[in-house]
């Protein structure tokens, strides 16, 4: 009686990967909301920086300073941060001795942060390009200094589906056998 109303090993494989499947989906989504809502100061300046290789923003001496310390050592040799990050503590200074001198705090007038302009992209002798899925796929999402690259996400689910189906397909042949093995 109870082997008629019990769902088939494959089956059943199949509902387990997919609710493993949710559930880690479900748990990755949580955690990136969370973890972002208390970004330390250094953490910003330094995402600041990656984003654009310029600081926007303005940021305290003790922020600049513990964004300077948490640079990784690779960042230090082989990029330009360490010079935009103190470029970033020089103004930062600066402003301070400007706010000083007039004792009062700046005015609406008083820039607190320097706007490139951006100029405006032209178009080829074709037309505008236009951009497919993948492109635009890839290039989201990425301007975070520790986020992981959407490619690599892309590539370790695809690992993940794999393995899961190569897992499926070992364990129905694995049932199939010991199926014909008991002579059912």
Not at 29 to 58: H, I, Q, Y
Not at 149 to 173: E, K, Q, S
Request: hydrophobic share 40%; aromatic share 4%; net charge negative.
């Amino acid at each position: 009686m109870s082997r008629a109303t019990s769902l088939p090993p494959a089956r059943t494989l199949a509902l387990f990967a997919a609710a493993t499947l949710v559930a880690l989906a479900g748990v990755l989504s949580f955690g990136a909301a969370s973890a972002e809502a208390a970004t330390p100061c250094w953490k910003r300046a330094l995402d600041d920086w990656s984003d654009n290789g310029r600081m926007d923003d303005v940021y305290s001496q003790l922020c600049i300073q513990a964004a300077i310390d948490h640079l990784p050592e690779d960042l230090r040799i082989y990029s330009n941060a360490p010079e935009i990050i103190g470029g970033a503590r020089q103004r930062s200074v600066r402003d301070r001795s400007l706010q000083g001198t007039s004792g009062s705090p700046p005015s609406a007038k008083t820039p607190t942060r320097t706007v490139t302009p951006v100029e405006p992209e032209v178009e080829s002798e074709t037309g505008p390009r236009e951009e497919g899925p993948i492109p635009y796929v890839l290039g989201q999402g990425t301007t975070d200094a520790s986020s992981i690259p959407v490619p690599l996400m892309i590539l370790a689910g695809l690992a993940l589906a794999l393995m899961a189906a190569g897992a499926a397909g070992f364990t129905h042949r694995k049932l199939k056998a010991r199926h014909i093995a008991s002579g059912e």
